[in-house]
């Protein structure tokens, strides 16, 4: 299944959404879900930050490579005709790993890529809701895909997404918090498994149960909103404690003023509301380029570091 996935790989970065589809995916969520993530991407594609982030990327001969060939293969061009896509987390069988499930939407030539998917060794077409889809045999993963969406995830999971049932509740209580107009946004309910992994003897970390956010890239900057849901008022208040401590004396370092970083760590907010903590981080345009600035000048001191040991034919 490695030529239809890659059809996603790129997409997975260049998503183009609206703020309706993000409630769709809220709608859709898989019932054992614990964690879901949304992107827009014509947030992120149009913001001064991706552009320079991502631009070396995309000017690379491999990219260019791998469009084309989804262009030429599946008549699809990730750039253009994606429109959102969602990716939500449930857990696997005992000591299995997670298993996600990707919907995409968008406009995608169904019947080329289909066509194309049968051709694959090992795939067998299946139905599910009067939808086909393509199942591999080797790991039980399938993709189904009509006129406006793409799904691929497990032979257990595919139906349910293909049919739109769904809902979970947990995820979407948790969202009602959550700017989920924003370029990125996300949650997650800790499920025990993952609990359990937590540090027994840390106490704040056991109190753990949820964390949800988002993140703006509009008129040039960059605004993060993060959420960490505690068990109780007094975990989070402990926990609110210690991340303005930290905070405090980030700021006070003498070597992040010499770097301009500590005007930039002064505007991150800590408080606590309930059993939750709330960071909230807003940076303008200006600051943006300016830490854009500093990153440039610590790679190419690093560079200049590695190139110090010696003359050339020493």
């Given amino acids: 299944m490695r030529t239809l996935t890659s059809l996603l790989a790129v997409a997975g970065c260049l998503a183009l959404a609206s703020p309706a589809l993000a409630q769709d995916a809220l709608k859709t969520a898989p019932a054992d879900a614990f964690a879901m993530i949304h992107v827009d991407v014509q947030a992120v594609l149009g913001s001064q930050l991706f552009k320079d982030l991502a631009g070396p990327l995309q ?18 061009n990730p750039e253009k005709d994606l429109s959102a896509i969602t990716i939500y ?3 696997g069988a005992k000591g299995g790993k997670p298993v996600p499930t990707v919907v995409a939407h968008g406009t995608f030539d169904a019947k080329t890529i289909m066509a194309m998917g049968s051709k694959e060794a090992g795939m067998t077409q299946k139905t599910a809701g009067g939808v086909s889809y393509l199942l591999s045999a080797k790991d039980k993963m399938g993709l189904a895909i009509t006129k406006n969406t793409a799904v691929m995830g497990s032979e257990a999971h595919l139906p349910k997404a293909i049919k739109g049932a769904g809902g979970n509740a947990k995820l979407a209580s948790l969202a009602k ?14 499920p025990a498994s993952m609990m359990a992994q937590l540090p027994s003897k840390d106490p704040n970390a056991k109190a753990l149960r949820s964390a949800r956010g988002s993140l703006s ?27 303005n401590e930290q905070l405090s004396k980030a700021a006070g370092d003498p070597a992040a003023a010499q770097m301009g970083f500590a005007d930039m760590i002064k505007k991150a907010k800590v408080v606590q509301k309930g059993n939750d903590i709330v960071l909230d981080l807003a940076l303008g345009a200006p600051e943006i380029q300016k830490l ?13 570091q590695k190139a110090a040991p010696g003359a050339p034919g020493k």
């Fill in 292 to 304: 854009k600035m500093l990153m440039g000048m610590m790679m190419m001191g690093m560079g200049g």
């Fill in 177 to 190: 918090g959550v700017k989920t107009g924003d370029a990125i946004w996300f949650t997650l309910n800790m």
């Fill in 59 to 76: 000017a690379s001969p491999d990219y260019q490579e791998a469009l084309k060939e989804m262009k030429a293969k599946g008549n699809f």
């Fill in 217 to 243: 890239l509009a008129n040039g900057g960059m605004g993060l909103s993060f959420m960490i849901g505690m068990a109780d008022k007094a975990a989070a208040g402990n926990v609110t404690k210690l991340l």
């Fill in 89 to 91: 987390v449930a857990e």
